[in-house]
């Protein structure tokens, strides 16, 4: 004759036997997941290099547009983020005004100003395996300015400015020509923040809407 005390005792035995089977069940499956991070995986990393032509509208009273030329190149993750250095050069049209204590006067001289950036480079591919693609990235270094005054019939470095910040964000249409070659343009705003040299204000003068188009080589 079955006992209150012995049905109970194997229902206690069977609820705890499933219990434990589900437990079991549950551990397995979670073992079986793959735990998703950033940089582990079937992560993709590969490089690329660029170069690039820049054009500035700093169109005021002592700057006008002007045209720069340089590289930059990078880590691309995944095909989406990356990180890299750039580095650009360009001769900024601007006219100086001066005091000539020989004349007693104030002239002023049309020359070129070499302005010098370099930094560090942040970006983001918006779906790169697209043909047509947007990239969204940022420059941030430091730049300076080399007053090329002329001496006869050749230009020379007289003087070089102190270092000043520039942070350029942009985005940029590319264009997947082959799996290696890329075509890019877009446009962007480059600040610039320092103290006044050469009668340029970094701020007030040289910071400015940008154009820029290039090629980029690479893995992507």
């Given amino acids: 004759m079955k006992t209150v005390k012995n049905i109970f005792s194997k229902s206690q035995t069977r609820i705890l036997a499933f219990v434990f089977s589900m437990l079991a069940f549950s551990a397995t499956a979670q073992d079986s997941e793959k735990i998703q991070t950033l940089f582990s995986g079937k992560s993709r990393i590969t490089g ?17 547009n002007f045209h720069s030329v340089g590289v930059e190149g990078g880590v691309l993750f995944n095909r989406h983020f990356y990180m890299g250095i750039y580095g650009l050069t360009s001769l900024v049209p601007t006219d100086i005004t001066h005091w000539n204590n020989g004349s007693g006067s104030i002239t002023t001289d049309n020359r070129n100003i070499r302005l010098i950036q370099t930094g560090g480079l942040i970006g983001y591919k918006l779906f790169p395996t697209k043909l047509i693609h947007l990239n969204f990235n940022t420059k941030i270094g430091g730049a300076f300015m080399i007053d090329e005054m002329r001496f006869g019939n050749r230009y ?47 701020s007030k003068d040289l910071s400015s809407t940008t154009l820029h188009f290039g090629l980029s080589f690479g893995r992507f």
Avoid: H
Wanted: zero cysteines.
């Fill in 156 to 202: 020379g470095d007289a003087q070089v400015s102190q270092a000043f910040l520039t942070v350029n964000p942009s985005v940029n249409v590319e264009v997947n020509v082959t799996r290696w070659l890329q075509l890019f343009g877009g446009v962007g705003y480059n600040f610039m923040s320092g103290s006044e040299t050469f009668s340029i204000n970094p």
């Fill in 48 to 64: 690329f290099g660029s170069v690039i032509s820049q054009v500035s509208f700093a169109n005021n009273a002592k700057v006008r």
